[in-house]
Structure formats: structure tokens, C-alpha cells
């Protein structure tokens, strides 16, 4: 298991008025930033990214929009200090969200561009994005999957066309003359991710080959990563650990204490995150037939999805450590904790590859997310290294 | 009392109630309640064809359908398929921008044209909202906006059958599909109004919270003598709200063509 260190670059200090006027997103105006605090804010969680570097844990940065929650707007312009302050760490976007993106061609030229500059380090993940991300980009929900796989075939096309120009004349995008200056180091194009929570997500990144994540949704991650490697089996290929990854909020520390303190306080990212106005929640489109239709009998709850281990719903506004480590959302403590305790996770779920290590969320001091990166990547993250097959996996 | 025919190769789901004259109405973005008086109020005096709009209810949208324009060439080959003549169009709300968007295109078939608060055309600047932006408001938000008596418009959804539900959650993805972006407008619309030679009226709830009465002035500058009427005690919805007044209104309407 690789370890993949990332945070949002929270604005955190405009969440109690967010949270007072019921939405920390799209609707929230943003006289409630200082600018001048940005900036400092986004300097030191540059230097905590830079630390992963010596320790040896690699790095991802996703990005949101029009939200106190994530200052990172645009995962290149992140990745593009990134990559000129580390050396060897890779450099995951997880992810660009290219069903928002009116100029595909423009991406696939912006992650040519950090490969060269970063040596060949980058992996790339290609994502749907959130519900709230439709409206800050005004992007049509309906058909969204339709325009998302458009986009992925042309970014791909464009990284590993060399004899090119070529043209394209698709369903959304159209060009006459793609041909992108410089090209990726890797060949035929550096490593794509995706992620999901569905079984069906699992079945179409099987059938590409790609990684596939998922973000803190405890449960769910099992029926996707099962998908992939029965569908991975359907077509000839075994699917090992490094096809999947899984996010977690981790928090670890010199006690036990320490570490589920730590944890806590980046909790209150996933507590209030999921804030936003309800006429931002579910655009028409983005949520699947089956999944709306619950909706309109249900509620807005029958959507939500997150149980812990026996099944139970737990609220994300209020959930305690302790009830978001039974949903294997959370994991803290020790470094001995920490490691028993993704050490049993990977066995749960078969193996998997990559850990994408929340380790920052707003409210979690400087001094601390540092111990908390460095801990971990002293003392777990060479450990996970060992985890590969689980013996109960394999044996199947 | 609904059948399925298909035309263009899209099977349609319509609803076809009463005897006379042709009526062709075009349901609004929030769907075709065939249950709801009001398509009995205007079967009184009229043959009611009512589609179910591609995407919405039990109609069929296939791959390639995605567009206004699609709908107004659709339902100009269904009004040629049914061989109807003299028609009376009526559209609200989403479906007066696809009745508008037929009439420019060919009147031949038409004997006059009702616009019920329809959207479709821009008359304001960069800043203006001339259209308000439903996919943005909650649900209370959006019904408040939207009926002179909200408590009129609730829908009871755990009533429905799983099939009903689904047609309303297929229509609210349909309608997203056809008006996002520009939003629930054609901005080269307007420039062609004047191309609707057949008598046309405008009819408006006095409290439509979505589209305004002076949005309507605005229709009825560009439609060569277009009326514009307003119906007391209704929202965007008249012919849902006030159905009895709407049937009046378009009987009246129709009498003088």
C-alpha cells in the first residue's frame, strides 16, 4: 500500500459563518475571505505538501470550486509548485474534473506540461466531481457521464498523438488541429485514475485499466473494488492492490490521544464540508434514475450512503471519531494503531494499493499536520509498503 | 386513455382526451400531470393532444435527441403523422419555448398560437435574470416562486408509483438536458418572432414568480398583435392553478380565430 498525502486547503476560517448561513459553498459570498489570510494559509499548506517529499510519501491534489472549504481551484496551478519543490515524490491529481471543463484539449496540455517539468511523476485522475461543482461551472448535468468519457478518449488521444495534428469532431468537443506542445514523459500517457462509489465505476475503470478510488465512503468501496476485479477477471486480467485506492482521514500521534485529537480536528472538515444549500445537492442528471427515484419517495437521506461496519447510518455533521473509524472513514492513533488498523482494512477489502492519507483539514495546526505527515511517514507508511494480497484474498 | 405513438422513430406517450377542434399542448418543465382538470377543462371544447415530451413521463429519448430544435421538428412531424389541420397550439411555461420554436419554423398547420408564461427568449442585459433560476432554490423555495398557492402544487410523491416517480425524475433530467446552458432560452429566438403570422396570445398568471408579466410584455412586442392576458390567482402554472379560468381564457381565444 502507497501512501498519498492530501489536503484541500481549507479557508477554514470562514466555516462558522458558513455553517451559520446553512452553506459553505456556491452561495457563500466570498466577502467572507481575506485574502491576505488566504495567502498565508495556502503557503503553509504548500510546505506541509513539501514535507511529504522527505519522508517519502507521495502527494495528491484535488480540487473544488466557489467553497471555504478548498482553496485549491485548479489542481495543475497546485501541482505546478508542487512538482518544483519535491524530487521524488509522484504527483497525483485526484482529480480533474473533466466533465466541467469546456477545453479538454487545454487539459491534456497542462498535464503533458507537469509531467515534463516534473520528471515523469505524474499520475492523473480523470473525475466526475462533485454535484456542487455544477454550478460554479455551469456545466449541463444530464448526459454528464457522456461528456466526461468524450473528454477522457480526447485527453488521452491528445497525450500519446505524436504524428498529429489530428482532428475531432465528437458529440461536445470539436478541434481541427490538436497537436500538444511539449508531450507527457510517460508513455503513452502517464497513469489515469478515476474515482466512484458505485459498481458500475468499477466495472467501466476494469474495463480500462485504470485506477479507481474512492473517497471516504466507508462501505461502499468493497462492492466497487469486487466489480473491477470480476470484471478485470471477465476480460483475462487478474486485478491487483495497485488498481485501488481508498481516501481516510488520518490522524496520528506519539499517543494514542494525540492521535485521535488529531484525527478529530480533521474531522471537522468531513462535519461541515458536506454543507451547501439544497438547491445546489442533487442537479437533475448527475444522480443516477434509480437513485432520484428514492430521492422523491425518501428524501434527500435515502441518498445518503455511509454506514459503519453493521450497517447503520451515521450522521456526518455530528458523527464522533469513534463512530467514523466504524465506518472506516477515520483511521487513528498510535502508529502501531494505525497500522493494525489499515493492516485489517486491507484484508476487509481484498487489497488495496494506494492510501490516500487526509491528513489535513482545516483546523489541524501547522505544527501538528507536520508530526502528523512526518509520523506517518516514518513510521506506517514504509510498513503499509509490505501490505500487498491479503493471505484470505489470495486464497480465494 | 393514453397511447404511444411513434414519430421520427421517438415513441411518444400522449394523452388525448375530448372531440372538435385540434388542440396540441405542450407541457411545461415540470411535466404533463395528465391527472390534474386541467386537460379536462380544455377537452370541453376542444380534441386535447397532449405529448409527454421526449425524456418526460413514459416518452422515449434516444441518443441523438438533445435539443429545442429537436422537439420543434419532432412535433411538426407528429401534427403532419396525425394529419391535423387548423390547430390550435398551446405551450406553457418550457413547452411555449417549444411552441414558439415551432411557429417560427412553419404555421401552415396552425390556426393560432397560446403562449402560457413561456420561456424561451432573452430580453435583458448580462446582469438581468429574465428567467429564474429554478435549479438553484430548493424545493420550497422553487414552489413558492412558482404558485400563487403553493400548498395547490404539492405533489404527494409517496403516492406514486415507482413508474410515476420515474417520469418525474426522467423529466427533471430532460428539461436540464434541453434548457441548462444558455438557461431555459435560445438567444437568437427572439430576433425570429416575427416570422408567427397566425393570431397568438399571451396569457400569465399575475403572480409568476419565474418568468414576470413584463417579460411577457416583452413577447408581445416582437409577435406581430399578440394579446397578453393575465389570469388572477396564479402563478407560472395557470392552466394547473386556475384551470377553469385558463380553459375560458383560451376558449375565448380560440372563438376569435
Known amino acids: 500500500m502507497r501512501t498519498w498525502y492530501f489536503s484541500e486547503m481549507a479557508y477554514h476560517p470562514a466555516w462558522k459563518e458558513g455553517i451559520e448561513r446553512g452553506s459553505l459553498r456556491v452561495n457563500f459570498p466570498n466577502q467572507a475571505v481575506d485574502p491576505v489570510e488566504a495567502g498565508k494559509l495556502l503557503n503553509r499548506y504548500l510546505d506541509e505538501f513539501r514535507l511529504c517529499d522527505e519522508v517519502g510519501i507521495d502527494i495528491m491534489v484535488n480540487e473544488h470550486h466557489s467553497t471555504a472549504t478548498c482553496m485549491t481551484v485548479s489542481v495543475p496551478m497546485a501541482l505546478a509548485v508542487i512538482a518544483r519543490e519535491t524530487k521524488k515524490s509522484r504527483l497525483l491529481t485526484l482529480g480533474n474534473p ?299 | 386513455m393514453s397511447h404511444t405513438l411513434t414519430v421520427s422513430g421517438v415513441a411518444l406517450e400522449i394523452e388525448e382526451r375530448g372531440s372538435g377542434r385540434p388542440l396540441l399542448f405542450l407541457h411545461p418543465g415540470e411535466g404533463l400531470q395528465a391527472n390534474r382538470p386541467w386537460i379536462d377543462a380544455l377537452a370541453r371544447t376542444h380534441r386535447v393532444i397532449a405529448p409527454n415530451h421526449p425524456g418526460f413521463g413514459g416518452s422515449a429519448l434516444p441518443d441523438w435527441f438533445g435539443t429545442v430544435d429537436d422537439i420543434a421538428y419532432l412535433y411538426l412531424d407528429l401534427i403532419e403523422q396525425l394529419k391535423l389541420e387548423k390547430t390550435l397550439l398551446v405551450g406553457a411555461c418550457f413547452g411555449g419555448w417549444i411552441a414558439a420554436e415551432m411557429a417560427v419554423r412553419s404555421t401552415a398547420a396552425l390556426s393560432g398560437l397560446v403562449l402560457a408564461a413561456p420561456l424561451g427568449i432573452k430580453i435583458g442585459g448580462h446582469l438581468d435574470r429574465d428567467i429564474a433560476d429554478m435549479h438553484s432554490l430548493a424545493r420550497a423555495a422553487f414552489m413558492a416562486k412558482a404558485w400563487a398557492d403553493p400548498g395547490k402544487g404539492e405533489i404527494d410523491y409517496s403516492s406514486l408509483s415507482d413508474a410515476e416517480l420515474s417520469g418525474i425524475a426522467r423529466g427533471r433530467e430532460s428539461l436540464a438536458l434541453f434548457g441548462w446552458k444558455p438557461y431555459m432560452h435560445n438567444p437568437r429566438l427572439r430576433r425570429w418572432l416575427h416570422r408567427i403570422d397566425v393570431p397568438t396570445a399571451l396569457i400569465w398568471g399575475d403572480s409568476d414568480g419565474i418568468v414576470s408579466p413584463t417579460y411577457g410584455e416583452g413577447w408581445q412586442r416582437e409577435i406581430p398583435g399578440a394579446t397578453l392576458t393575465t389570469i388572477d390567482n396564479a402563478g407560472h402554472y395557470p392552466h394547473w392553478e386556475q384551470p377553469d379560468a385558463f380553459a375560458a381564457s383560451v376558449a375565448a381565444f380560440a372563438n376569435t380565430i
Open chain 1, 98 to 396: 473533466i466533465a466541467n471543463r469546456p477545453d479538454p484539449v487545454r487539459v491534456a496540455e497542462e498535464m503533458a506540461w507537469l509531467d515534463c517539468l516534473s520528471g515523469g511523476r505524474l499520475e492523473m485522475g480523470l473525475v466526475k466531481g462533485a454535484p456542487y461543482e455544477i454550478a460554479p461551472a455551469n456545466s449541463n448535468p444530464a448526459r454528464l457521464m457522456r461528456r466526461y468519457w468524450e473528454a477522457h478518449d480526447l485527453i488521452l488521444k491528445a497525450l500519446s498523438t505524436h504524428d498529429g495534428p489530428f482532428s475531432w469532431e465528437g458529440e461536445y468537443y470539436h478541434y481541427r488541429n490538436v497537436n500538444i506542445w511539449p508531450r507527457p514523459i510517460q508513455q503513452p500517457h502517464p497513469p489515469v485514475w478515476m474515482t466512484g462509489m458505485s459498481v458500475e465505476t468499477g466495472t467501466l475503470a476494469a474495463e480500462r485499466g485504470h485506477v479507481v478510488g474512492t473517497l471516504l465512503s466507508g462501505g461502499l468501496a468493497k462492492p466497487m473494488y469486487d466489480a473491477y476485479r470480476k470484471r478485470a477477471r471477465e476480460l483475462g486480467w487478474e486485478a491487483k492492490p495497485d488498481r485501488f485506492a481508498y481516501a481516510a482521514i488520518i490522524g496520528v500521534g506519539h499517543t494514542r490521544e494525540e492521535g485521535y485529537r488529531r484525527a478529530d480536528q480533521i474531522a471537522d472538515y468531513v462535519r461541515t464540508a458536506p454543507l451547501v444549500y439544497e438547491g445546489f445537492t442533487n442537479p437533475p442528471g448527475y444522480n443516477s434514475l434509480g437513485a432520484n427515484v428514492a430521492i422523491l419517495k425518501h428524501g434527500a437521506r435515502a441518498n445518503r450512503i455511509v454506514t459503519d461496519r453493521n450497517g447503520e447510518q451515521i450522521n456526518h455533521r455530528t458523527a464522533t471519531v469513534e463512530q467514523f473509524m466504524d465506518t472506516e472513514t477515520v483511521f487513528a492513533g498510535t502508529p502501531d494503531d494505525v497500522f493494525n488498523q489499515l493492516k485489517a482494512f486491507n484484508a476487509r477489502m481484498g487489497g488495496v494499493g494506494h492510501l490516500l492519507f487526509f491528513g489535513q483539514g482545516g483546523h489541524l495546526s501547522h505544527q501538528d499536520a507536520m508530526s502528523n505527515i512526518s509520523l506517518f511517514g516514518k513510521e506506517v507508511a514504509p510498513r503499509l509498503l509490505e501490505l500487498g494480497v491479503p493471505e484470505v484474498a489470495a486464497a480465494e
